[in-house]
């Protein structure tokens, strides 16, 4: 069989089907048909690299090919779902905001949180969670998966990233939105929040403590929806948490010794000293999971 | 042997190529693999209810403790004292709001003393300082006393460009709608003792407003007002330096734009000694207000707001009730599931 005909099996299945087709060879004549077929794995050894070269994935030996399949093949896939899903539900969660805040700005484009604030979000601040989702995440053990072959269709029937899925996690990112910019705004709304009657003033105040708690149900929706906790996702999601706590002290400080964000001066402090804000941090990220948490269960 | 030799460089490259055997490398990391069962989740369930309940029945309970006395001047309660049967509000607007002043007495009773620590506000309804316009319109540098050109962002507040072409300081849209009314409290015919000090923010006191070197001449000669105010900036607190051109504390409080459009800011605290040694006592008391500031031609309302507080602030009992409903919430919920998952497991017991 020569290399163009091996291609064109390929190719007919490709076409007649609407299936998903891997093709796996060792020799450079298996190159053309590796090239065709949707996923291509070469078998690096004896008859040279040149299968290896073309392949997307390469294993030392054909007997690699179910634990590649039945184990790789489907925690990748679970993996990519998750974080896709994630990524967008944590930012449609923090956007979201905005919009009921322009119902409360007379629509005019003010802001809630603070631009850097805002910028550093996906760099910093929530950067680790999918990271962690997407690299360590694991339904169940290697040994499981290649014990129970039959694991292997829940990446095939698309179970784990579909319209209804997708729309599911939108929504409930709005929802979480609701539930974190209201009860926040309510909370805040009677203006003095210290036993020394000040007044907090500034929307940065309650971008702030809605931004702290947007930051704690992102971090642990990411912890919820993992299926496989290691030390490095524990890292991931406290660490995330720790990270905001200690840019918003350090950022309230630097005015004006650096030129930088004088809305922010002496945010921590107010911010820190509030017992509202303590108290809206155990009631509000917890309302916001309630519902997300039975339905886990 | 050729052979031999050559599977054994082979095996040699092979080894260098072969991943490292870590378990982070080999996905093996070990893991803590959490299932939510009901012998989890119930008790999560139970444990919140049972905690937020007496939270939220604690906070209730401190919220009601705190008093709060309002009164609406906007209009109809302040009628000018000078010109009759007008409010204060009409008569600012037949004057076509060119800086006439109206004041107006409103007589009240406390029925309740207010014992402790007594703050007094001005508050403002339908007036957006969080609009994004006016957010930006200030200029942080020269709040700092620093030399330099007003920034641009205080447009059209920046100088005073049909007059004399002085820089405004301070300049800014913030800055300009100061609110100026005064508002000042009598207990029968005695002065309430208050304090106009310790009302702004400690951090912005200490380091976001300091008044620039020679004051007096930067706000009478290089600079001019910004147009809606009648007094300069260093004509704000005169008798106390401290206290005075960017350094005032009500210039501070107005300056940190409010989060929503309807608001309160610290105007006064109660200064406790002789009669007002405990706080407010019952009785009749009487506001004078000097009417300065307009709001009726945006629907604005203002208000002087008498409060205590409590260990938490203000009179806020939204968070209380929220800890009870939750916390309800959480107890239906274990309550609802423990009999499901009670039944279930009847059901699931094998056939004797």
């Known amino acids: ?92 969660c923090l956007y979201v905001m905005e919009l009921w805040f322009a119902f ?38 290697a040994e499981t998966m290649m014990r129970f072959p039959a694991m292997y269709k829940m990446s095939q029937n698309r179970s784990d990233f579909n319209i209804k899925v997708f729309w599911t996690w939108c929504l409930n990112a709005v929802y979480h939105s609701i539930i974190l910019y209201f009860m926040s705004y309510a ?29 704690f149900v992102v971090c642990l929706k990411a912890g919820l929806e993992s299926d496989s906790w290691t030390f490095l996702t524990h890292i991931a999601i406290w660490g995330s948490i720790a990270s905001w706590f200690l840019f918003f002290i350090i950022y309230s400080n630097i005015w004006p010794t650096i030129p930088l964000a004088p809305e922010m001066r002496g945010m921590a402090k107010y911010v820190f000293s509030s017992l509202y804000f303590w108290l809206g941090l155990l009631l509000i990220p917890i309302t916001a999971l309630l519902a997300d948490f039975i339905y886990n269960w | 042997m050729p052979g031999q030799g050559e599977t054994e460089e082979d095996h040699e490259q092979q080894k260098s190529k072969k991943p490292a055997d870590t378990a982070f490398k080999q996905q093996r990391l070990p893991a803590w693999q959490p299932i939510i069962t009901a012998n989890t989740a119930l008790p999560v369930f139970l444990i919140i209810g049972l905690t937020f309940i007496p939270i939220g029945i604690v906070l209730v309970i401190t919220s009601e403790r705190v008093l709060e006395h309002d009164i609406d001047y906007t209009d109809t309660n302040c009628m000018s004292t000078t010109a009759a049967n007008t409010t204060c509000a009409q008569a600012l607007e037949n004057a076509n709001y060119t800086g006439q002043t109206c004041t107006c007495r409103i007589n009240f009773a406390l029925d309740k003393s207010f014992d402790g620590d007594v703050y007094f506000y001005y508050g403002l309804i339908n007036y957006y300082q969080n609009h994004r316009r006016y957010v930006r319109s200030r200029d942080d540098n020269q709040l700092l006393g620093k030399e330099g050109a007003a ?202």
Request: glycine content about 8%; charged content about 15%; overall charge positive.
């Open chain 1, 187 to 215: 909370m805040l709304r009677h203006d003095v929040v210290h036993s020394n009657g000040i007044v907090f003033g500034s929307h940065l105040f309650l971008g702030n403590c809605v931004y702290t708690y947007v930051i």
């Open chain 2, 151 to 352: 920034a641009s962002e205080c447009q059209p507040f920046q100088k005073n460009s049909t007059g004399s072409g002085k820089d405004y300081a301070p300049c800014g849209a913030i800055a300009n709608s100061k609110f100026n009314d005064t508002l000042s409290l009598l207990y029968g015919s005695e002065n309430v003792s208050v304090t106009n000090l310790g009302i702004a923010w400690s951090t912005d006191k200490a380091v976001k407003f300091k008044n620039p070197d020679n004051a007096s001449n930067y706000f009478s000669s290089t600079h001019d007002k910004p147009p809606n105010w009648k007094l300069s900036a260093w004509e704000l607190d005169e008798p106390n330096p401290e206290n005075n051109g960017y350094q005032n504390e009500d210039f501070i409080v107005w300056m940190r734009t409010a989060a929503m459009p309807t608001f309160r800011k610290l105007y006064r605290k109660l200064l406790r000694n002789s009669t007002f040694q405990n706080g407010l006592p019952k009785g009749d008391y009487t506001l004078v207000v000097t009417y300065n500031y307009p709001v009726t031609s945006f629907a604005g309302r203002k208000q002087f707001i008498i409060s205590t507080t409590s260990w938490m602030g203000g009179k806020n009992p939204f968070l209380g009730w929220s800890y009870i409903a939750v916390g309800i919430v959480c107890m239906i919920t274990f309550v609802v599931f423990f009999i499901l998952h009670k039944t279930w497991k009847i059901q699931n017991r094998p056939p004797m």
């Open chain 1, 104 to 141: 409360h700005n007379g629509f005019s484009g003010q802001i809630l949180f603070e631009r850097w604030t805002i910028a550093i979000y996906n760099v910093l601040f929530t950067a680790a969670p999918p990271m962690a989702l997407g690299l360590l995440d694991r339904c169940c053990s």
């Open chain 1, 1 to 92: 069989v020569s290399p163009k005909q091996k291609a064109e099996v390929v190719e007919l299945i490709k076409r007649s089907t609407d299936d998903i087709t891997l093709a796996v060879g060792d020799g450079a004549n298996d190159v053309g048909m590796i090239q065709t077929a949707h996923v291509g794995v070469g078998i690096m050894g004896r008859e040279g690299v040149q299968a290896a070269c073309a392949s997307d994935y390469t294993i030392g030996q054909f007997r690699f090919l179910t634990k590649l399949l039945f184990v790789h093949g489907v925690w990748s896939y679970r993996r990519l779902c998750k974080v896709l899903l994630y990524s967008f539900y944590k930012n449609i």
